[in-house]
């Protein structure tokens, strides 16, 4: 029998619509689902229905499945992570020959790609770990793929990935190389948590027009449509509208029928610690992140809700325009895209991983969850010789940001006032007021550190890297602890 092209592993949601995917762009494809103890195989229920007629080789061990591959053999792996990917791969070894491919397309830790990367190189295996975002339709109809892992795998499985990816209007594949070891799914972690940042401002704009301004569903729908046909046009804002404007079986809208606790799989969480290990400030995911645990304790905000009712009212009520929310909402965006950059920019530089960040800005731009009009912004603020320290240093962003900052201010104090929590645009101005502020409060904190630990300090008259110790009570000695920072 004709050997297939590309072997694919898993046949959940995301598998099976990428299995399609690949056929439909003329490849063959074997297919493989881990055997179930009863019931039918995945392979056949799949070959039944979607996969019928088409050019699907069905495997049913592991052995056949390798050997009914053409060489190199390129191997994509669509299951759980974590502890399946690592049984999955020792199941593979045995069959395969130095020069074959392994992509996890499953949303692994860039930590266990990395360590897979190393052990699979060292059997001549190349492995590469793909963040895919999309979703099943974006699986289907093209995702954004963020390949990463072993350098000399790209030229033999680039050309499919780029055919599977979604398409600029230009015809740009949304997929390209992010660099060595876990840079791929380092960077599909941070379009999570920049996709946890962006629900959250939604949902605080949400709430800012529910609970303050009082409009109804509709009127909310309308709004959203409104924006995004505008600067927050985005994939994230087109679907709230959707949402808002959806009714149950019984007329009534079911967003208000839907329990307030939001769940979560862990590559925000991942975002925050990636973040906290390269001493990146990524205030507005961690908020994000910090929300839904939240409101997870639903009964613990009843309890709440109880013992602190909402205090009396001062002011209007109706005197927050929509379109001071919308300002809001874009600025404390821009904050966060500035975060998340910044993060892939640190991280890149210490794990040496060489990420072009114009390049990850472009294939966020069509497939994958964040896709936004703006993106575009971004990866022509990265695609000259000078690249922005900082996203906020950038012209564009700063004529945003200064542009939306009185409406962006209003709203945050506002919504302190009303008791209306906004987390994340709030944390964003913080975050814009402190990245801006000449003179910080951290001189206290250094006399203070200084005063009780003898953790010396530097002075504004002496170069830096030159440190002092003062002794502040008259009873210290002059023996100082260690300058070091960690
Ligand atoms: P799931 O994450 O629910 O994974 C289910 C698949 O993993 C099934 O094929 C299952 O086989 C297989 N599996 C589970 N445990 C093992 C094991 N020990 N050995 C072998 N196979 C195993 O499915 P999804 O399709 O949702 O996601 C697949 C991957 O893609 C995940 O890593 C996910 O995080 C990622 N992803 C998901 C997205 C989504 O929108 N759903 C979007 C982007 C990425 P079986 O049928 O036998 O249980």
């Not at 499985?157 to 070891?181: E, K, N, Y």
């Not at 529910?210 to 994939?235: C, P, T």
């Not at 506002?414 to 906004?422: C, E, F, L, N, Q």
């Amino acid at each position: 029998m004709e050997k297939s092209n590309i072997g694919l592993i898993g046949l959940a949601v995301m598998g099976e619509n990428l299995a399609l995917n690949i056929e439909g762009h003329g490849y063959q494809v074997s297919l493989y689902n881990r055997p179930h103890r009863s019931g039918p195989e995945m392979v056949d229920v799949f070959l039944e229905n979607r996969g019928n007629g088409k050019k699907f080789v069905a495997t049913y061990t592991i052995s056949d499945f390798v050997g009914s591959l053409e060489r190199p053999r390129k191997i994509m792996m669509m299951i759980k992570a974590g502890e399946p990917v690592e049984e999955m791969i020792e199941q593979l070894i045995p069959y395969l020959e130095p020069g074959d491919v392994i992509i996890d397309g499953g949303n692994s830790d860039f930590r266990d790609t990395e360590r897979r990367y190393r052990y699979l190189l060292s059997k001549g295996i190349w492995f590469v770990g793909a963040g895919v975002s999309g979703g099943e339709t974006g699986a289907l109809h093209g995702p954004s793929i963020m390949p990463g892992g072993a350098p000399e795998a790209w030229e033999i499985v680039r050309p499919f990935l780029q055919d599977i990816a979604a398409h600029l209007d230009d015809g740009t594949p949304c997929c390209s190389w992010m660099g060595s070891g876990g840079a791929g799914h380092f960077v599909k972690m941070v379009h999570n948590g920049i996709e946890y940042g962006d629900m959250q401002l939604i949902a605080e704009a949400y709430m800012i027009l529910k609970s303050h301004a009082k409009m109804n569903n509709e009127i909310m729908a309308d709004i959203f449509e409104q924006w995004n046909r505008g600067e927050l046009n985005s994939y994230l804002i087109g679907i709230t509208s959707h949402i808002l404007r959806f009714k149950d079986s019984d007329g009534s809208f079911l967003i208000e029928h839907i329990r307030d606790s939001a769940g979560q799989k862990g590559t925000g969480k991942w975002s925050v610690e990636a973040a906290l290990d390269v001493d990146e400030p990524l205030s507005l995911i961690s908020e994000a992140v910090f929300a839904r645990f939240i409101s997870r304790w639903k009964e613990v905000r009843e309890k709440a809700s109880v013992l602190y009712p909402p205090e009396k009212k001062e002011g209007k009520e109706h005197d927050l325009p929509s379109e001071s929310v919308r300002q809001a909402l874009f600025a404390a965006k821009l904050v966060s895209y500035a975060q998340g950059f910044s993060l892939l920019k640190n991280a890149s530089e210490l794990y040496g991983w060489n990420i072009d960040l114009s390049s990850v800005a472009t294939i966020w731009r069509k497939g994958c969850i964040i896709r936004a009009g703006f993106l575009k912004e971004i990866a022509h603020a990265y695609s000259g010789m000078e690249k922005p320290e900082n996203l906020l240093f950038n012209d564009w962003f700063r004529d945003h940001v200064n542009n939306a900052l009185p409406a962006w201010r209003k709203i945050v104090s506002r919504s302190a006032m009303s008791g209306i929590p906004v987390p994340c645009m709030s944390s964003a101005l913080v975050y814009f007021d402190m990245l801006r502020q000449k003179r910080s409060g951290a001189a206290l904190i250094q006399a203070q550190r200084d005063y009780f630990g003898a953790h010396t300090y530097e002075r504004t008259d002496a170069p830096q890297g030159e440190f002092f110790h003062t002794d502040w009570t008259g009873t210290g000695g002059n023996t100082v602890s260690g300058s070091y920072t960690v």
